[in-house]
């Protein structure tokens, strides 16, 4: 019992300890999140798309890179970008790198894991937002042809 | 063959001069547009007052790991030897984890640093984007089969994600 309580009292002891390391960096990134929030609107989102649907997906990979917010509001934009006729690519690859990528979370991933696995991650989850939009339509449409 | 678990944990003042970057952003911005700065500053207040509790499961999380879970055990279950339960343990931590991924980074470099695999982390990182309260609302916007098929392409492209990455640093540390 006294080992458990001196490895328990060790453990928390570390464990503040790194968040005592990370909180700069930490409060750096959400003080990035309350800026792109307010600047990069969703206005701003909708002018970028040019309804070429391979260029669409391009840019709807890299405006889910740098934006910020809850999930539910890339739905929202999602499905108001369909609406006005830009290409389901382009939205499934905006909604995956929404949440898969994070320009304002790059210096904390970069100070805590390496430059090596950042690169790597983001460039993977980057390749894969649009692999992964490429096959959930042409999978969809696959089954609608058939149904 | 060379460890690839070679983790370069990068301290110092980084997160110090950061913060400071983005001090004089926020001054800038109020300088430019006071309004935007003041929705900026209040926007980032309220993912604090989000994120805490979250954080806060987070840290208790980590003492726990660290209290009960010996580097040897994170290894046996996360490392190179972990196989279908390592995978399993990545896949569906990162679909039901909750809250902004940034959170949990601590907590990933610590299990990095004790031996878990970057290609599970990686994983990890990856399922984090099938956010299970969103998906009826998912749905209502793109259709079930939408959600389903893109749902389950997440988790092969976590998985095939994982593979690349472990494939990749290990020739790496090998070169």
């Known amino acids: 019992m006294q080992i458990l309580s001196e490895r328990l009292k060790i453990a928390v002891k570390n464990t503040f300890k790194t968040l005592l390391m990370v909180m700069p960096m930490l409060l750096a990134v959400i003080g990035l999140m309350g800026l792109f929030e307010v600047l990069v609107t969703p206005d701003m989102i909708h002018s970028l798309f040019r309804g070429d649907p391979v260029e669409d997906t391009l840019i709807g990979t890299g405006i889910g890179a740098i934006s910020v917010g809850q999930p539910f509001l890339s739905y929202a934009i999602g499905g108001e970008l369909l609406g006005e006729g830009v290409s389901l690519y382009a939205v499934t690859a905006f909604i995956l790198s929404f949440v898969t990528l994070g320009l304002v979370q790059l210096p904390l991933e970069w100070a805590l894991f390496g430059t090596r696995f950042t690169l790597l991650r983001n460039f993977l989850s980057f390749v894969f937002a649009i692999v992964i939009s490429l096959l959930t339509v042409y999978i969809l449409g696959f089954f609608n042809g058939i149904a | ?175």
Do not use: C
């Open chain 2, 1 to 175: 063959m060379a460890s690839h678990k070679q983790k370069k944990v990068v301290k110092g003042k980084s997160g110090l001069i950061m913060l400071g970057v983005v001090a004089v952003m926020y001054l800038v911005t109020f300088y430019v547009n006071a309004d935007a700065g003041k929705e900026a500053l209040k926007a980032g207040f309220e993912i604090v007052k989000m994120i805490a509790p979250i954080l806060l499961f987070v840290f208790f999380l980590m003492s726990l790991l660290n209290t009960f879970l010996a580097p040897k055990s994170i290894s046996k279950h996360l490392g190179e030897e972990s196989g279908v339960k390592g995978w399993g343990i990545a896949l569906l931590g990162g679909i039901l984890s909750h809250g902004p991924a940034y959170i949990w980074y601590p907590m990933l470099a610590d299990l990095r640093k004790h031996g878990a695999r970057d290609g599970l982390i990686m994983a990890f990182f990856y399922t984090r984007s099938i956010k299970l309260p969103w998906l009826p609302l998912m749905i209502s916007y793109f259709g079930f089969a939408f959600t389903l098929i893109l749902t389950l392409l997440v988790i092969l492209g976590a998985w095939v994600q994982g593979l690349i990455a472990d494939k990749l640093m290990s020739l790496w540390d090998d070169s």
